[in-house]
């Protein structure tokens, strides 16, 4: 801590330029830390940067040097843990390091706006619940869970942790009109989590054996050390983390639990805020920037125990962290595609060897590379091979449709086995991984497809709203009259999306409920939160959707899951689309059954015969893991080798291809020994997209410490070029899409 005049501050700024900033202390009496915002002049503009050091030279003269503007806080927003993993994280993924920085801090701080705790508006009950008020709602039940749901918390709930756990505003205002509850606006009284007598709200379940024993391997040892914990879908791997978090409050420490979909928030929030009285604060893109705040200050102050955040949360500081938890690990969402390119799962356990605490990574199907850290002995690796309670595990089934009259995509078998579970009071569960109506529309007498101007992909075409749409650039025009080419007007859709399954599925039962989860369905706040609670309600429906069915989500009343479309993964372009497509398709059975009615997985293909696909039915993931890693050892791809990937886009081809060209040039005459391979430069899978044109260049070593020395070389290279303006480069460390 200084306030001397005759240091220097070393400024971390929000631009792709890879150096700090030489600034002078303000003339202000400010106690100075690393970590702490300040506004600078930079160039015309004033910008919002991070104090990296504090240093007593600089290599420019002291009058040359402009003061800071302005010290907004009066301590460090971003503590030494944070600064650390910020430094890691920009050094490995190749970006600048004020740009890391900035992203560890929530959007509202890096406008500059004060970290300060708003006062709250606090819903709670005008009365107790009774039997004459639950009996006046029985037919509003979303106004009655809403009662329930404050009758756990007196003190009040802010319309956020509502509105996380699915109770909307509207319905809060009904509840206001019937003066059954109450808003009043307070100041916000910080209890630190270690102050709650008793963390527990709720007593938690009975483990089985395997359970308890994976709980007592997380446990054993509470300073750093990696676990993944390998169970099977609806093996109880929830509960085995909130036993682990209970076991971490009880400690004094928080604990910060990763999740991949903001559509698991409203589902896993609400088990959580069930479970421990201590505040549980959230972080992901659905809240509004003030409420994203709020929450960053909650778990940066120690007031909230529990955080659960989605990749970005990986940034936010916790004091008093003791636990991490990675559900889902495998999830391809935890790798951020745009700016930093960083994956939150690797991140997570670096983060944890910094805090000094236990990491648990779980999932029903691991990625191959924490399953070779496992089976190296870097991660402890626990197994849970049973499921939880007295549901078993789904019998797998290929539905070979070569040769067989399909009723718009369905076989006749799968309809017959649909209408038998729908009869029995059961629900049905129908995968299709494509939103819209059709992925494209197609004239039937001259063969032309409807494409984006922009994108080199075909135009899907959506009837609610009619319309055709770009899933790549976000183009949308009106629905052709006739053909642009020949001027038919027999234009037919091509294909099957959620929304044509949607239309066959309530012809073929029309008296079903038919719930559609997807994208465009779920747009709406809370939208998700509403369809997942008509699904609980146990009434015999088709639940029809795309991967967003296939995270985590426990539908105890599905006992038939159709996956109408296998083989769409089966021959990507994609090294790791194979991977994927075995976790996804795994990840989908697994929803059905998951209670005591047994579960059966119907799997519509042409390729009955493909290995994966037999595989998959017939033995554990495992294998199914072990026959890709053969592969990929023969190859020296990951997990036994490193990629980088270098794009660029222009608007003119040859300018993307030029560079990279060059660069490769460059690359070959320093590296000569042969451990970094640089393949290309190549046209994109997907060449023109949003207008531009894409090439990249891709390295791959089985060295990793040779491939970054390279990248070191390629970053200064191209740091030093002065290339137009419409020419734009990226870097992608361990990239988990090739497109």
Not at 35 to 43: E, I, L, N
Not at 392 to 409: A, C, K, N, S, Y
Request: aromatic share 6%.
């Amino acid at each position: 801590m200084t306030s001397c005049d005759d240091n220097y501050l070393s400024i971390a700024i929000p631009t792709p330029l890879r150096q700090m900033f030489d600034y002078l202390p303000p003339d202000s009496e400010a106690n100075l830390q690393p970590g702490m915002r300040v506004q600078v002049p930079f160039g015309p503009r004033k910008l919002v940067g991070i104090i990296e050091a504090i240093k007593p030279e600089s290599d420019y003269p002291r009058e040359k040097l402009k003061k800071v503007s302005a010290v907004p806080d009066q301590s460090p927003l971003i503590p030494r843990d944070i600064m650390q993993l910020c430094r890691w994280a920009s050094s490995y993924y190749h970006y600048s390091l004020g740009e890391t920085l900035l992203q560890a801090l929530p959007k509202a701080l890096r406008q500059g706006k004060p970290a300060t705790r708003e006062k709250i508006a606090l819903w709670s009950l005008t009365a107790p619940l009774d039997e004459a008020i639950t009996q006046s709602l029985k037919r509003a039940h979303k106004q009655l869970k809403a009662l329930q749901w404050l009758e756990k918390y007196p003190e009040g709930l802010s319309e956020p942790e509502l509105r996380e756990v699915g109770i909307s505003k509207t319905i809060l205002t009904q509840l206001q009109k019937k003066q059954r509850v109450v808003v009043h606006e307070v100041e916000r009284i910080d209890q630190h989590f270690t102050e709650y007598a008793n963390p527990l709200r709720q007593e938690p379940l009975n483990l089985n054996t395997e359970q308890a024993f994976a709980l007592k391997g997380i446990l054993a040892c509470l300073t750093f050390h990696p676990v993944l914990l390998d169970g099977v879908t609806g093996s109880g791997k929830t509960e085995v983390y909130l036993q682990a978090i209970e076991a971490t409050l009880k400690a004094g420490k928080q604990v910060l639990v990763l999740i991949p979909e903001i559509g698991l928030t409203p589902q896993t929030v609400r088990r959580f805020r069930s479970r421990f009285s201590v505040p549980v604060a959230c972080l992901h893109s659905g809240l509004s920037d003030g409420e994203r705040l709020q929450g960053w200050l909650a778990a940066s102050r120690t007031i909230a125990g529990v955080l659960i955040a989605t990749r970005s949360g990986i940034f936010t500081p916790l004091p008093k962290l003791g636990l991490i938890i990675v559900d889902e690990e495998h999830d391809n969402s935890y790798k951020q595609q745009d700016t930093l390119r960083y994956n939150a799962r690797d991140l997570a356990i670096y983060r944890a060897k910094i805090a000094d605490c236990p990491v648990v990574l779980g999932s029903a199907t691991p990625s191959l590379e924490t399953l070779v850290n496992a089976r190296k002995g870097r991660y402890s690796h626990l197994e849970i091979s049973s499921r939880a309670g007295h549901s078993r595990p789904p019998t797998l089934e290929l539905l070979d449709i070569r040769q067989q009259i399909l009723h718009e995509g369905f076989a006749q078998g799968l309809i017959t086995r649909m209408q038998s579970t729908l009869d029995k009071g059961e629900q049905v569960m129908v995968f299709l991984n494509r939103r819209g109506y059709a992925p494209s529309l197609i004239c039937h007498d001259c063969g032309e497809v409807m494409d984006c101007p922009h994108c080199d992909a075909h135009l899907t075409l959506h009837r609610t709203p009619p319309h055709m749409h770009c899933h790549h650039c976000d183009y949308q025009t009106a629905i052709p009259w006739s053909c642009p080419k020949c001027h038919s007007k027999n234009l037919q859709p091509a294909g099957q999306g959620t929304e044509r399954c949607e239309q066959i599925l309530e012809q073929i039962f029309p008296t079903i409920p038919l719930i559609r989860v997807d994208r465009d369905s779920t747009r709406r706040k809370n939208a998700l939160s509403e369809i997942l609670d008509r699904v609980q309600t146990g009434e015999p429906c088709i639940l029809l959707g795309t991967q967003m069915l296939a995270k985590g989500h426990h539908f105890p009343d599905v006992t038939l899951v159709a996956i109408i479309n296998a083989d769409s993964g089966l021959f990507s372009s994609d090294f790791r689309g194979l991977e994927k497509t075995g976790q996804l398709i795994l990840q989908v059975a697994g929803r059905a059954g998951r209670e005591k009615k047994p579960g059966h997985v119907i799997i519509q293909t042409h390729n009955p015969q493909h290995p994966a696909l037999q595989m998959l039915v017939s033995q554990p993931y495992s294998r199914f893991a072990d026959s890709l890693m053969i592969e990929r050892k023969q190859l020296k791809l990951p997990p036994e080798g490193y990629l980088a990937l270098f794009r660029t886009e222009s608007s003119m081809a040859a300018a993307g291809e030029n560079l990279l060209k060059s660069l490769r040039h460059i690359l070959l005459n320093h590296h000569q020994q042969g451990s970094v391979r640089v393949l290309g430069p190549i046209p994109a899978p997907m060449e023109k997209r949003q207008g531009r044109y894409r090439y990249q260049l891709l390295l791959q070593s089985y060295q990793r410490v040779s491939l970054h020395r390279l990248l070191d070389i390629a970053v200064k290279h191209l740091d030093s070029m002065k290339l137009p303006k419409d020419l734009r480069w990226t870097l992608d460390v361990d990239p988990q899409e090739m497109t």
